[in-house]
C-alpha cells in the first residue's frame, strides 16, 4: 500500500504508473475486499471468523468494520503476509502449533497475559508449549478439535467407534473415507500401536506402513473435508477416519444421524491460536478484538461457526444445551485427558510419511 | 507519391507489426518461457530438512523413476486417458455425423447450443453433479433399484470408472465440435460422386467421409488427451483418491510437502509425454481444416 501511495505522490511516469498498477492489483488481491480504510480492523484469519454473528457486535461496540481474509494452511498465510506491507494485517488466526515459526519470523506481537481470560480458557490448551518462545506469549488458543471418528449411527455399532481398531474392522470394508491430512492420520495409526505422536521416529515407519497399507480394503475414497463429509451424506461411506467434530458437528441439527468421537487409545487435538501482528497500527483494538473472540459470547459464535463447528477454548462459552451434546461438551474432560496435540514433525519424518502415503493411495 | 514517403509508411507500417507482437511475446516470456525454465532448473535441485538447496542432482529424476507408486501415477494418468479419448471419440463421431449429414441445416445451430451446454458448467460443479447421479442414493441407483433391476445399489462413485465418466461427459462435447466442423467442410460432391459410381453407403462411408475427416478426430483427440492428463479436477472429486493421477501427485508434493523439486521432475515428465504425443500425432494435426 505505501509503495502504492507514494508512487501516486510522485510525476506519473510510465514506470512508476506500471509500479502503481501492479501495487494496486497485488493489493486488491491480498487484502480484504471489503473497505480498507483507517479505523478498518484487517484480520487474516480461517473461515470460521466470517460469521455475522462473530464480527457484527464487536463492529458496533467499536463503530469500526472488520475486514476479514480468509485462508488455509500456515504456507499460505505467510505468502499473502510475504506480499503485505507491515500495518496492512491487525490479527492472525493460527494453527497454534505453528506459532513459534510465525513468532520467529518477528511477525507477532507479545501478549500481556493479565490482559487475557486465560483463568476462563482450558488449562490444557493455553499452557501448551507453542503458545510461548522464550517465554513470552505470541498466542492465544481460541478454538480445538480432534482427529478421530465420524460416522453415520444408523450403519455402524457405534461401540466399535470408540476403539481404533475399527480402522481394520473388515466388518467395514470399503465403507470408510478418510481425511487426506496424511500427517494426523499417520499420528492416529502411531496411538494405536501405543506410540506418542511425539516420539514417531524414522524406525517406527516401517511399522505404521504396514498398518496403513492394511486400512486399504476398507477404504473406499480419501479426499478433503467437503469430499468426505459429501461421501458420508450421499451413504457411499459410513465412517469418516482422521475426521471428528469438524466433519459433521454442523450437519448434525440437520441429520442427527451422524456423529462423531475419538478411540478410548488416545485422542489427536488440533488448535488453532489468535495473535496480533507486531506491525500493526491498531494494537490496541486487535487484542480488543481477541479478547471479544474469546468472550463466552464470541466463543459460542466461533464454535458453532457456518463454516465449521469445533470446540471453544473458553469453559463458559456460550452454547445451547442441544449444541453442547453436539459437541459432546461433557465428554470433554475425559476427552483431554488422553488426547494430545499434533505436533509439527522433523522435515525428513514428514518426507517419508508423504512417500508412505503415496504409496498407501497408490496401493 | 515519393520513394521516400513510400519508404517511411513501410517503416511506419514495420514499426506498427513490431509493436503489435511486443505483447504477446512478452506474456509469452514471462508467463511460459521463464516459468518453464525455473521448474526445469528446480527439478535438478533438492529439498532437505524442509528447505529448498540449489545443489545439482538427478536424484529427483532417479526416485519419480525408481518408486513404483510414482511412476505408476504417470501410468494411470496416460490409462485413463487413452481410455477417454477412445470412448469419447466413439460417442463424439457418431453425434457430429448425424449433426452435420442427418439435422435439417436451420436445426443445426440450435443443436450445437445443446451440444455445447456442458461447456456452461463450471467444472467442480459438473463433476459434483456426477457424484449425485452415481452415488449410493444417487438417481441412477433409485431409479436401477425402483425398476426392479437390481437390489443393492450399485458401487460406482469414487472409482476410475466414474472418473472416466466424468471426462467423457465433457469431451465428448469437444470432440463433437472438432469433428462436425471437419464434416461439414467435406464437399457433398466427393460422396454424391462415389455413389453415383455405385458405392455402398458403407463404402462412402469408410473411403470417403471417415478419411477426410480424420483430421477432425486428429485435433479433437489431441486437444482431449492435453486437457485430460493434466486435469486435477475430475479425479479428485470423482475418482476419491484411491489411486493417484499424475496431477494429484504433483499437488500433493506442492500442497502438503512444498517439494517443488519432486513436482516439477512429475510436471516435466508429463509435459514431455504430451510433446511426443503431439510428433506422433502432428501429420494429422490440421488446424485449418477444424
Given at each position: 500500500m505505501g509503495t502504492l501511495r507514494n508512487s501516486i505522490k510522485r510525476k506519473v511516469s510510465r514506470r512508476s504508473f506500471v509500479a502503481g498498477a501492479a501495487g494496486a492489483a497485488v493489493a486488491s488481491t491480498v487484502l480484504p475486499k471489503a473497505g480498507r480504510a483507517a479505523g478498518d480492523l484487517n484480520v487474516l484469519v480461517w473461515c470460521d471468523h466470517a460469521d455475522e454473528k462473530l464480527l457484527a457486535p464487536f463492529e458496533a461496540k467499536h463503530n469500526v468494520k472488520v475486514n476479514v481474509k480468509t485462508y488455509e494452511g500456515t504456507g499460505t498465510a505467510l505468502s499473502i503476509i510475504e506480499q503485505s506491507a507491515p500495518g496492512d494485517w491487525d490479527v492472525l488466526v493460527v494453527d497454534a502449533p505453528d506459532t513459534p515459526l510465525v513468532a520467529g519470523m518477528g511477525l507477532l506481537e507479545p501478549m500481556d497475559e493479565g490482559a487475557l481470560p486465560l483463568n476462563d480458557l482450558l488449562p490444557q490448551l493455553t499452557s501448551a508449549a507453542f503458545n510461548h518462545v522464550d517465554g513470552v506469549r505470541y498466542a492465544v488458543p481460541e478454538k480445538f478439535g480432534y482427529y478421530g471418528v465420524a460416522y453415520n449411527k444408523d450403519k455402524v455399532d457405534e461401540a466399535d467407534m470408540r476403539s481404533a481398531q475399527v480402522m481394520w474392522d473388515s466388518k467395514y470394508k470399503g465403507r470408510v473415507a478418510i481425511y487426506d491430512y496424511y500427517f494426523p492420520a499417520m499420528q492416529l495409526i502411531a496411538i494405536s500401536m501405543g506410540i506418542h505422536p511425539d516420539n514417531i521416529s524414522m524406525d517406527d515407519l516401517p511399522s505404521i506402513r504396514e498398518k496403513l497399507l492394511a486400512m486399504k480394503p476398507n477404504v473406499k475414497m480419501v479426499g478433503d473435508i467437503v469430499s468426505v463429509q459429501n461421501a458420508l451424506v450421499n451413504g457411499d461411506v459410513d465412517i469418516i477416519l482422521n475426521g471428528a467434530e469438524f466433519a459433521v458437528s454442523g450437519l448434525m441439527p440437520t441429520m442427527p444421524q451422524l456423529d462423531w468421537t475419538i478411540f478410548n487409545e488416545g485422542g489427536l487435538m488440533w488448535i488453532q491460536g489468535l495473535c496480533v501482528f507486531s506491525g500493526s497500527n491498531k494494537k490496541d483494538l486487535a487484542f480488543d478484538f481477541v479478547n471479544h473472540v474469546l468472550s463466552p459470547k464470541g466463543q459460542g459464535s466461533l464454535a458453532t461457526s457456518e463454516c465449521y463447528w469445533a470446540m471453544p477454548a473458553n469453559k463458559n462459552a456460550v452454547l445451547s444445551d442441544a449444541e453442547k451434546k453436539i459437541l459432546r461438551w461433557d465428554e470433554q474432560p475425559a476427552f483431554l485427558d488422553r488426547s494430545v496435540p499434533s505436533t509439527i514433525s522433523q522435515a525428513d519424518i514428514d518426507a517419508e510419511m508423504l512417500d508412505i502415503w503415496t504409496e498407501f493411495l497408490q496401493s | 507519391m515519393s520513394p521516400s514517403s513510400a519508404q517511411m509508411k513501410r517503416r511506419a507500417g514495420f514499426d506498427f507489426t513490431r509493436w503489435a507482437i511486443h505483447p504477446a511475446l512478452i506474456f509469452t516470456v514471462v508467463f511460459f518461457a521463464l516459468p518453464l525454465t525455473a521448474m526445469v532448473v528446480v527439478s535438478f535441485w533438492q529439498r532437505v530438512y524442509g528447505k529448498l538447496t540449489a545443489t545439482w542432482t538427478l536424484a529427483n529424476y532417479s526416485k519419480f523413476f525408481a518408486k513404483d507408486y510414482l511412476l505408476d501415477a504417470l501410468l494411470n494418468s496416460i490409462e485413463v486417458t487413452l481410455a477417454t479419448t477412445a470412448i469419447s471419440i466413439l460417442l463424439a463421431y457418431p453425434l457430429a455425423y448425424i449433426l452435420a449429414y442427418r439435422i435439417p441445416a436451420h436445426w443445426q445451430r440450435f443443436v450445437l447450443i445443446l451440444t455445447v451446454l456442458p461447456f456452461w458448467t463450471a467444472y467442480v460443479v459438473r463433476s459434483y453433479s456426477w457424484l449425485l447421479v452415481i452415488s449410493e442414493k444417487g438417481i441412477l441407483n433409485v431409479m436401477l433399484m425402483d425398476i426392479g433391476l437390481i437390489n443393492e445399489p450399485l458401487a460406482m462413485s469414487?472409482?476410475?470408472?466414474?472418473?472416466?465418466?466424468?471426462?467423457?461427459?465433457?469431451?465428448?462435447?469437444?470432440?463433437?465440435?472438432?469433428?462436425?466442423?471437419?464434416?461439414?467442410?467435406?464437399?457433398?460432391?466427393?460422396?454424391?460422386?462415389?455413389?453415383?459410381?455405385?458405392?455402398?453407403?458403407?463404402?462412402?462411408?469408410?473411403?470417403?467421409?471417415?478419411?477426410?475427416?480424420?483430421?477432425g478426430v486428429a485435433v479433437g483427440a489431441f486437444i482431449t488427451f492435453v486437457i485430460c492428463i493434466g486435469d486435477y479436477i475430475?479425479?479428485?472429486?470423482?475418482?476419491?483418491?484411491?489411486?493417484?493421477?499424475?496431477?494429484?501427485?504433483?499437488?500433493?508434493?506442492v500442497s502438503r510437502a512444498a517439494n517443488f523439486p519432486m513436482a516439477s521432475v512429475m510436471s516435466i515428465t508429463l509435459m514431455v509425454v504430451v510433446v511426443a504425443v503431439y510428433f506422433i500425432s502432428a501429420k494429422h494435426l490440421k488446424m485449418e481444416r477444424v
Open positions: - | 469414487y472409482s476410475r470408472g466414474a472418473t472416466v465418466l466424468g471426462f467423457v461427459h465433457f469431451f465428448t462435447m469437444l470432440l463433437t465440435l472438432t469433428i462436425y466442423a471437419n464434416l461439414v467442410q467435406i464437399k457433398s460432391s466427393y460422396r454424391k460422386a462415389a455413389a453415383d459410381l455405385g458405392a455402398s453407403p458403407l463404402q462412402v462411408f469408410l473411403r470417403i467421409t471417415l478419411p477426410l475427416s480424420l483430421p475430475t479425479p479428485q472429486i470423482l475418482g476419491g483418491g484411491t489411486e493417484v493421477l499424475i496431477p494429484q501427485a504433483i499437488m500433493l508434493q
